[in-house]
Each structure stands twice: as structure tokens, then as C-alpha cells.
């Protein structure tokens, strides 16, 4: 009996060509839901990403099928940009940051809300486990801060995420942006370290008090 040898047992790596295809499909639906045109079909998705309809479904079964990958794509970009944003900022200013790039992510789903239900009903992917990832995205950010202490010692990611979270619950669509980013700098007061009292202010007080 012949036996295969261990190239032919591994799984085959997808085509160069198929992964640009699906990459492609991914922009153009990340594209599309974002646009706010309703209804976003699979078959604009398709011509918008330069592909027939077959190459989608053969990548994307289903329209929940794409719905998931995106979100899972854009989850895991989301929290992969703190490495960008903590290279350029200061903790606490990549804190913010990420912030405005989380309500991006948030709006983006908007339009996807009614499929993302029925994935989440699936259990195919859950909140519980996006809000660890989002949470280790947060963690990075308090452990650069170890030597910089810009935010407060007491600050848990899990309720940084809980609050960025219940900030959206708590705004309505229309004008909810600029309301986001006054509860998010509010927020980012809570959290920050409070500057040091200078010399200057110390003898300031000394002297009104006398």
C-alpha cells in the first residue's frame, strides 16, 4: 500500500490569486456597508471588487458567511492598530485615538446590524470573545504606559471597554458622533493621570491660605 508523503498529507496553502480575490471582496464590502447604500447586495459587492458572482460564493457561501469574515477582519485590524498608534503617540494619546478608530468600526456596522444578529444568534462568533480581543488591544496600550504613566494605575482594560461600549448605547445616530467624542474626552479624563502639582502652584497656594 502506497503512503503519501508529508507535502501531500499538509492542507494546500489558497492560490496567490484566490487570497487577492477574497481581499478584494472584503474592500468592497467593508466599501459597501459603509457607504450607507441600502440595500447592499452581494452582487454590487461582486462588481465593485472586479469578480463574478460565482468567485464570491465560492469564497462566501452566504451573505452571513461574508458578514462574518468582515467583522472578524475588521475586529482583528482594530486592535492591530494600536501597535501604529502607540508608535507615534503617547500612551494616553493613542488611548484616544483608538477611541475615534473604535467608533469608525462601530459605525461601519450599522448597515450590517441585521446579518451580524443572526452570526451572533449562529454562536459563531460572540460579544464575550470580542471584548477579550478589544480588551488585549487596551491591555497593550496600559502596559506601554508602564514607563511613561500617563493614565492611572487603577485603570482595568475590561472597563475602559465597557464604558467606550455603553458610550455607543447611550448616543443616538443623528449628531452621536460629536457626542461620542465629548464622552470619550470625558472619559479619557477619568482615566489620565493627573499632572503633578508644580512648585510654582504649591507657594500659590501657601500664599492665598495665609
Known amino acids: 500500500m502506497s503512503t503519501l508523503s508529508p507535502r501531500e ?7 496567490a490569486d484566490a487570497e487577492r480575490n477574497r481581499a478584494r471582496l472584503l474592500d468592497a464590502a467593508r466599501a459597501a456597508f459603509a457607504s450607507g447604500r441600502d440595500p447592499v447586495t ?3 459587492i461582486a462588481r ?7 468567485t464570491l460564493y465560492r469564497h462566501f457561501p452566504t451573505r452571513e458567511a461574508l458578514v462574518e469574515a468582515l467583522y472578524r477582519k475588521e475586529l ?5 492598530s494600536v501597535d501604529d498608534l502607540l508608535a507615534t503617540r503617547s500612551p494616553d494619546r ?3 485615538a483608538w477611541m475615534d478608530r473604535f467608533a469608525d468600526y462601530v459605525a461601519a456596522k450599522r448597515e450590517m446590524a441585521d446579518t451580524l444578529r443572526a452570526v451572533f444568534a449562529a454562536g459563531t462568533v460572540t460579544v464575550s470573545h470580542a471584548r477579550e480581543e478589544l480588551a488585549a488591544a487596551v491591555t497593550a496600550i496600559l502596559e506601554a504606559d508602564v514607563a511613561t504613566r500617563t493614565l492611572r494605575d487603577d485603570v482595568r482594560p475590561e472597563d ?3 464604558m467606550i461600549v455603553g458610550s455607543f448605547t447611550a448616543t443616538s445616530l443623528a449628531g452621536g458622533r460629536e457626542q461620542l ?15 503633578a502639582p508644580s512648585a510654582a502652584d504649591d507657594s500659590g497656594r501657601v500664599g492665598s491660605s495665609e
Not at 9 to 15: L, S, V
Not at 48 to 54: N, T
Open 181 to 195: 467624542a465629548r464622552m470619550f474626552d470625558l472619559l479619557m479624563d477619568a482615566v489620565r493621570r493627573p499632572a
Open 76 to 80: 482583528a485590524d482594530l486592535c492591530a
Open 160 to 162: 475602559i471597554v465597557a
Open 42 to 44: 452581494l452582487e454590487q
Open 94 to 96: 493613542a488611548l484616544r
Open 48 to 54: 465593485d471588487s472586479g469578480v463574478g458572482i460565482g
Open 9 to 15: 498529507t499538509q492542507p494546500r496553502r489558497p492560490r
